[in-house]
């Protein structure tokens, strides 16, 4: 069955990843550009918005987009495959940096309170975060290995965690600033040699120039937000509506939980005290707050419990972004067919799970649980997927003028002629804060530059590799079919209380299918979108278990279609002698109160109803109503039987 | 995946299935568009054509209709599209015709089971022959009227009908079963 999430699922998913970092930022931007941090790092929260803008118009124009998908329709394939290998680069490190900060905070909170408990041991921070990491990893490994429903479940429950955090740590600062003020964050830069990178020694000549470091320096604060292209494709119906709603929530949140925490660590914890916090910002804000030194404790073990969650939330999306891109490049045949290789059980793409793991798990071992230096190595494929998709975007304004579903706003319509400022401008914004980071955030260059070239050239070979094997260029889903003998299988998933069955046969004649999905209704109907093998004779009977070609590629554009409504399906395969048998058959087995074919090239819509109501009759054990239903272009028929 | 075959017919058996056929249409009983007149036993060696012609002439025939050829021509044309005929031995021959206002129907029961030409693993054991109007609105009759009968004649009632010595018989295993 492909199934839909929510956009509170969707938001849940992405801001698992975004809002995480809340719990790190701080430390690290400070530590690169000094006080002035929370004011970059609300900054780019704020630009966070025009990029979720960015996203919904590439995403409404490709429902399975993502930034490889929109650059490769506006510049072409090598540059889609250069954007999309820095954004692995990020998914690469999004895992590990959240899974070391996690460990760093459980190392911090045991050192806080093991002594109160007498007990006179010392947690080696950064051996406790690779052991924790490595542990994080694991579980959520086997979590996406069994498939994004109960993964869901799990972001969902971490945010509305998260929600609670965040209303008792900002209630307890209210008072604490109450009895105790705040010193607002100075609007000043100190830049460390370290943090100008390859500017070094120009300190003084930077001028405006130094607000673009400072900002580049606190763009992790966005890193999260392609994932939101990735969950486009598993969003419910309306699925415009509900990807606007998901942008709309994960930028307030986002917004008012990081920029908010920010603010409150420069502005609570007295600057000595904060510098033995920078791994773990959030712990020095819950034991600077006003208050019994027992609450304090109380309020960072909450602090850091919540903060293990997200943290480890985010190595779960960057788990599931990387397989949906990887799945992308896949489908295009960037990557290895074998890849794409379904989980027998849980119908995963699992070997690409297992190869991102396998990097995220390389990484921890190789930082040491250092995270200012995952930091610095951070955000590079962030910066460079935004800089690629703005530029995709733009491009496409003047490529492909087919109306869109939505823009980003302010378009100045010139002479008949749509100019896309606010686009433009997004995309100098962008492509300069990612020049400036080049020059500025060394690690990240170097390591992300050596990364993406090891990726590309990764794509390179399979692409030409899957080209040698395979001479037809269109792409096919992979399926998991379920050989069970009877419909039991099919009919537990068939819940809901009216089920409708749609005849399919000709990838090219899906007009019925499409029109039924418009209307359909997911939360009281199951859909079951049904063909028949039809073989003869001893055929029938040797007949093997598997989707041939010409299956493979009708239930491709079933599964397109169903993601495009965002409407939940359930795919059916049956092999039988006669096509009217085995739809009857099938019908009455899952209880359809509906059969709707679409308009046949061979027989006349009174010859096909004809029939069906012949074959209904003779199979019928119940007196259960039936409608059926004959769609085509211009062609409605409907008949209660 | 699930296997299907269209079924194969069963044996006769001696306790015959009491699942309550569908009602054809709001209230119509397929008893009731039969009378003796319209039910046959051909005698045996007639082949399917035979049978079909028969059952026009004695249908249209009952109805007044003196052109029954023309009936006939229209029911063979529809007999060269999909086949009507099902597993359960019954041959559903059917055709919407001009001219009529109501549903005439009648039913060839064939003592020895005939092939049907276009599908000669097929059995005919029970022929039901019917015309319907030719309106649109009458189209949802058509094909109820195509269940209805298609669900009523199961192999357990062809079974009795066969069985059955007379088409007053046969008209009442028809009643008893739609009771």
Known sequence: MLSFISFGRAAAIVLCDMASTAWYIGGIVETAIGPAAPWFILGVLFCAAPVLMLYIEGSAMFVRGGVYKVVRESMGGSLAKVSVSALMFDYVLTGAISAVSAGQYLAGLANSALPRLHIHWTVNPKLFAVVFALCVVAYFWRQNIRGIEESSDKAIKIMSLVGVMAAVTFTWAAYTIYVRGFNWPALRLDFTHESLGWLKGSEHSLGKLGLLVAFGHAFLGMSGLETLAQVYREMEAPKLKNLKRAAAVIFTFALFLTGTISFLAVGLIPDDVRRTYADNLLSGLAMSMAGPHWAQLLLQAFVVLVGVLILSGAVNTSIMGSNGVLNRLAEDRIMPDSLRHLHPRFGTTHRMINLVVLMQAITIILCRGDVYLLGEAYAFGVIWSFVFNAGAVLVLRFKDRSKREWKVPFNLIVARHELPLGLAALFLLLLSVGLVNLMTKTIATVSGVAFTAFFFALFLISERLNKRERQHGEHREKFNLRSAGDLAIVREEIEKPNRVLVAVRDPGNLYHLNKTLESHDSETTDLVVFTSRIRKGLGLVDETISMDNDEERLFTKVIESAEKHGKTVTPMLVVSNDPFYAITQAAQAVGATEVVFGVSAKLSTDAQLERLAMTWGSLQTDKKAVRFRILGPGVEHAVDL | ?179
Do not use: Y
């Not at chain 2, 051909?42 to 029954?68: F, M, N, T, Y």
């Open chain 2, 1 to 179: 995946m699930s296997w299907f075959q269209k079924k194969t017919p069963e044996p006769a058996s001696e306790s015959p299935k009491t699942t309550p056929p569908a009602r054809v249409g709001k209230g119509l009983k397929v008893s009731s568009i039969l009378t003796e007149d319209t039910i046959l036993f051909p005698a045996e060696g007639h082949d399917k054509a035979a049978v079909l012609q028969s059952l026009a002439a004695a249908v249209c025939g009952k109805a007044g209709i003196a052109d029954w050829a023309a009936f006939l021509a229209k029911v063979q044309e529809r007999e060269q599209g999909i086949s009507t005929t099902l597993d359960t031995g019954l041959s559903l021959p059917h055709a919407r015709m001009d001219g009529i206002a109501t549903i005439l129907a009648g039913m060839a029961i064939l003592k020895k089971p005939i092939p049907d030409p276009k599908q000669t693993d097929l059995a005919i054991r029970v022929m039901f022959l019917f015309f319907s109007p030719n309106k649109q609105d009458a189209f949802p009759l058509h094909l109820q009227l195509l269940r209805g009968v298609s669900s009523l004649l199961q192999p357990a009632l062809i079974d009795q009908l066969t069985a059955a010595s007379s088409p007053t018989a046969a008209l009442e295993l028809v009643k008893k079963l739609e009771a």
